[in-house]
């Protein structure tokens, strides 16, 4: 059974920093991509990145790329996103996800976490 969950949200003040982390138990990563999602209160869920299971490929929604950095530590089974200048619109929840390959489109996701929420506020 593939679980993922997730840990790093909380208020940070815009400018700052978080590192979010999927820890995935049930499959090695060599066999799963792993996705970063995002859900604001009342908008859809949007596809933030994805990192592949045969490398360490990784893509961004192209509104986003700059700000996130997503990376794994396979020996963890651990995948992270990295946000930097955060601002007040990335306030959602951010959730993790695994599929067979790295695409930044939901449907295409087989397995998610909960989710952790990120507040960016003053």
């Known amino acids: 059974q593939v679980q993922l969950v997730e840990s790093g949200g909380g208020l940070v003040q815009p400018g700052g920093s978080l590192r979010l982390s999927c820890a995935v138990s049930?499959?090695?990563?060599?066999?799963?991509?792993i996705g970063w999602f995002r859900q604001a209160p009342g908008k859809e869920r949007e596809g933030v990145s994805c990192?592949?299971?045969?490398?360490?490929?990784?893509y961004y929604a192209r509104s986003l790329k700059g700000r996130f950095t997503i990376s794994r530590d396979k020996a963890k089974s651990t995948v992270f996103l990295q946000i930097d200048s955060l601002k007040p619109e990335d306030t959602a929840r951010y959730l993790c996800?695994?599929?067979?390959?790295?695409?930044?489109?939901?449907?295409?996701?087989?397995?998610w976490g909960q989710g952790t929420r990120v507040t960016v506020s003053a």
């Open positions: 996800a695994g599929a067979r390959d790295c695409t930044l489109r939901a449907d295409d996701y087989e397995y």
């Open positions: 049930g499959r090695s990563l060599d066999n799963l991509a």
């Open positions: 990192i592949s299971s045969s490398d360490d490929s990784d």
